[in-house]
Structures are given as C-alpha cells and as structure tokens.
C-alpha cells in the first residue's frame, strides 16, 4: 500500500514540475518554483498520512468489531489476539492525529516564516482532513457494519460455523475414501483387493496343477490296472490250457 501511494505521488509530482515547466517555457506567469516544489511535496505528504494511519487504524476497528460479533456468537476468540488489536487501534489513532497537527503546525509555520504562501492552503488542508478522512472512512466502515448486519440475518455467524464444520467433515471422509481407494497406498481397500485376487488366483493355480497330477496319476493307475488285468486273464488263459492238457493224459492212462 505504502509503495502504491509513493508511486502516485512520485508520478503526480513530475507530472506537476513538467507543468511548471511547459508553462515556464510558455512565458506564463506561475509563481516561483519553490512555491511548486512545495504544494508537490505537502501534496504527497498530506496523501501518506491520510491514507496509511488512518487505513491502519480503522481496518483494526472493524476487526475488534468482527471479534465481538463472534463472541457474541459464543465463537472461540483468542483475547491475546484481541488486546494486540486493541493496542494497534489505539497507537494508530494517536499517530494519526499527530501527524496531522504537526503537519499543520510545520506547514504553517512554513508560511509565516515567509518560505511559501503555499503552507497555510496546505495547512489548512492537514486541519481539515483531520477530520474529513475519519468521516469518509466511517461513512465506509458504516456501510461495511450494515453489510455484516445483513449478511449475519441472511447467514447466521452459527449456522455459518456448522455448514463449515460439516464442510471440514465431509472433506475429512472423502480424503479418507480417496485414501481407502488409492491403490497406491499399501492398506486401502483396492491394494488388500488386489492383494487377495493374487493370492485366491494363486491358489486357483497351484489346485489346478494339483488336479491335473491327481488326473495324471490316475490314468496311469488305469493303466497299470488294466495291463495287471490283462496279465492275469492272459495267465489264467495259459493255466487253462495246461489243466486240459493234464486232464487229457490222465484220461488217456485211465484207458489204457
């Protein structure tokens, strides 16, 4: 803020000497330089004290304001915080009006020393705006009221403190859904998903392969079971035929 009113004052006392300057140069009757070189000078100085203390000091005012709308709303406020708003009130007050009667004082002595008849206007002006700046900003820090007023009617200080506490809840959950569903993060619910759908699909696989050497295994049994059937009806065949053999020697010395 400091460094914009600096920058306005520096680029109207230039532009104010080039005035001078081109009227000089005119052969235009203006005065002496000193007289302009001053009313620039009182100009950006009467700019500073206007607006930096008395900015200070009413943007402290409709903080303690907003403080006690909250406590009367039973809204925690620290009074540390408080007292230090208190405290800058106060001082920036104090500097404020200070700075404008000793202005005032310095510019007019400025032109009853005979430097500058440009001190009692600007004199003048530093008594004046002592109390036309103040009444300005109040005029804006009454509006500023009647807004907040009409705001709390329409929007409740409470009712505003609850929709932000479910607002704060709600960002809470879904930040903790968002981390739950991360599969990024090793225990959400995706990773123990995906953890799970490997090992049921591990397991899958090593019942499939048990199934398919348990298939295995049992068409060999088959197999040999088959074979060991066929061995034996082969041998029974063979025994068979060796029984019908003795039975026909035997028949054969029975008739002999």
Do not use: C
């Not at 009113?5 to 532009?15: F, K």
């Not at 569903?181 to 397991?203: C, F, I, M």
């Amino acid at each position: 803020m400091l460094f914009n009113i600096a920058g306005v004052g520096t680029g109207l006392g230039i532009l104010t000497l080039l005035v001078f300057g081109l009227l000089q140069w005119l052969h235009i009757s203006t005065g002496h330089f000193l007289d302009w070189v001053i009313g620039v000078a009182s100009f950006w100085w009467l700019l500073v004290i206007v607006t930096v203390p008395w900015n200070v000091h009413l943007e402290a005012r409709e903080v303690l304001a907003e403080g006690s709308a909250s406590r009367a709303n039973e809204i925690a406020v620290d009074p540390k915080q408080l007292d230090y708003v208190k405290m800058i009130a106060k001082r920036s007050l104090t500097v404020a009006i200070a700075l404008h009667l000793l202005s005032a004082v310095g510019l007019y002595i400025l032109a009853a020393t005979g430097i500058s008849a440009v001190g009692y206007v600007s004199s003048g002006a530093a008594l004046l705006l002592t109390a036309l700046r103040p009444a300005v900003r109040f005029y804006q820090y009454l509006a500023a009221r009647l807004r907040m007023i009409r705001q709390e009617f329409t929007y409740p200080r409470r009712d505003v403190m609850e929709l932000q506490n479910r607002f704060e809840a709600l960002e809470r959950t879904v930040k903790g859904l968002e981390e739950k569903l991360d599969p990024e993060e090793p225990y959400s619910w995706v990773a123990t998903h995906q953890r799970y759908w490997e090992e049921t699909r591990k397991g899958l696989a090593q019942l499939e392969a048990s199934m398919a050497q348990l298939e295995a295994n049992n068409n060999a049994e088959h197999q040999r079971l088959a074979r060991d059937s066929e061995n034996a009806i082969a041998q029974l065949t063979t025994d068979s035929q060796f029984l019908d053999n003795v039975r026909e020697i035997i028949r054969f010395f029975k008739t002999a």
